[in-house]
Nanobody, 121 residues
Framework: QVQLVESGGGLVQAGGSLRLSCAASGGSVSSYDMGWFRQAPGDEREFVASINRSGSMTYYGSFTKGRFTISRDNAKNTLNLQANSLEPEDTAVYYC??????????????WGQGTQVTVSS
């Protein structure tokens, strides 16, 4: 069973950038389609982006508008999310997940504990 640990969150000013990473252990990320979700207090978990096993296909939530880029490094067993032009509305806990490339969080089998991203105005 794969374990996922996110890192890279923090406090950033509006317009800034962050690079989130998700390190896997107990399994190889190359075996899984993977995705990023986010959840703000009181909101449902929201799809950010997903990527297939080879990295040849990526999918994004409509709100990303070209600001976010998902990538994976199967050799390093990591999943990444580059987030640019951040807005206060992007403030949330960001989670990586494995097992699907769907936009529905219920299709994923494995989850990290999340990393907080806070964007100040």
């Amino acid at each position: 069973q794969v374990q996922l640990v996110e890192s890279g969150g923090g406090l950033v000013q509006a317009g800034g950038s962050l690079r989130l990473s998700c390190a896997a252990s107990g399994g190889s990320v190359s075996s899984y389609d993977m995705g990023w979700f986010r959840q703000a207090p009181g909101d449902e978990r929201e799809f950010v982006a997903s990527i297939n096993r080879s990295g040849s296909m990526t999918y994004y939530g409509s709100f990303t508008k070209g600001r976010f880029t998902i990538s994976r490094d199967n050799a390093k067993n990591t999943l990444n999310l580059q987030a640019n032009s951040l807005e206060p509305e992007d403030t949330a806990v960001y989670y990586c997940a494995a097992g699907s490339s769907s936009s529905d969080y219920r299709d994923y089998h494995y989850w990290g504990q999340g990393t907080q991203v806070t964007v100040s105005s």
